[in-house]
């Protein structure tokens, strides 16, 4: 079931995705996490985003039509999930920061460690995916269509405990207020400022 309408820009798609649910039916299992931390990136006009210069084979996902899995791998060590939105041809995308898991506890903590607590596992876009069973197999899924990755309707989020904020951890466009997240949720990562971060937007 489609949550919102995808069609639309990064920063108006994100916000409506918490509480939304993406779902992995593997063979080993199934894991549900809701969603409650997201990050709008807006293609070629954001100087943080993988399609600021264009379009490559890396990033072709995300030129492509709304409702696709955008996966990458983060400083050579985890896999990252971005939902495509907008239209087709225009890069846009939201990357997927955090969630708390709500189907398949068992299977994640397996993925992430038997010791991690439940509101950490799958805190930060690696652990996400990790505790999800994300990996570059599952660059370009449609989430829409009934493949092993879903993305459906959960439980909607009160306008009142959406929080809005700079993005973590980029080196450009790091003061834009691109990220959303629901307020006081454990399992929201914790903003931090990347060390390289530019001021002035980072242009």
Known sequence: MNVVDLAHPAEEVAPK????????????????????????????????????????????????????????????LHWCANI????????????????????????????????VESPRLARGPGNFCQALGITAEHNGTALLTGASVVLSEGEPVPAGLIRVGPRVGVSRAHDWQHRFYIADDPTVSAYRLSPRAKSAGGA
Do not use: C, Q, W
């Open 17 to 76: 995705l918490l509480g939304a649910v993406l779902t992995h039916e593997a063979p080993e299992g199934t894991v549900s996490i809701t969603i409650t931390e997201t990050e709008a990136y807006s293609g070629t006009a954001d100087p943080a985003s993988h399609a600021y210069r264009g379009r490559t084979p890396r990033n072709a996902v995300m030129f492509g039509v709304a409702g696709h899995l955008y996966v990458y791998r983060s400083h050579g």
């Open 84 to 115: 495509v939105t907008g239209t087709d041809g225009i890069a846009s995308a939201v990357l997927i920061r955090a969630g708390r898991v709500i189907e398949g506890e068992d299977l994640a903590r397996k993925r992430r460690g038997t010791k």
